[in-house]
């Protein structure tokens, strides 16, 4: 499929894998009732949720997908993942045995990685 770009000169879309491939950040809050809720907000509209952290993780993958499939196939705008270059996302925290221990063993109940239940954890209180 071809679109025209401010010059008039015809480029060619990307594929629909390109936009598959693309990593958007999830936003994950915790349910009042119980579960979580998982939300992207770069796809408007685009928010699911599950009784676990990975039930949670799998159903926003899957919302994801279908909110591109269905962007696509309409010829509409697909947003990029928004990004900012002035953080790496990585942090070293230094913590007592007990608490990574607690966190270790909690994660592993949900079923997902202890990076993944810290990054819900702060998330819930930010």
């Not at 390109?18 to 809050?29: E, S």
């Not at 990029?80 to 230094?94: A, E, F, M, N, T």
């Not at 966190?103 to 819900?120: D, F, M």
Request: charged share 25%.
């Amino acid at each position: 499929m071809k679109t025209l770009n401010q010059k008039n000169k015809q480029i060619e879309k990307p594929s629909l894998e390109y936009y598959l491939n693309l990593q958007y950040p999830v936003t994950l809050y915790p349910d009042p009732e119980g579960g979580y809720v998982a939300q992207i907000k770069d796809l408007p509209g685009c928010l699911t949720q599950g009784e676990t952290l990975e039930q949670t993780m799998a159903n926003i993958n899957e919302a994801r997908e279908l909110w591109i499939e269905t962007a696509y196939e309409a010829d509409d705008d697909i947003p990029l993942p928004s990004g900012d270059d002035s953080y790496s996302g990585k942090l070293l925290v230094r913590m007592p045995k007990s608490l990574h221990r607690r966190l270790a063993e909690t994660a592993e109940r949900e079923g997902v990685s202890l990076n993944q239940y810290i990054v819900y954890l702060l998330s819930a209180v930010a």
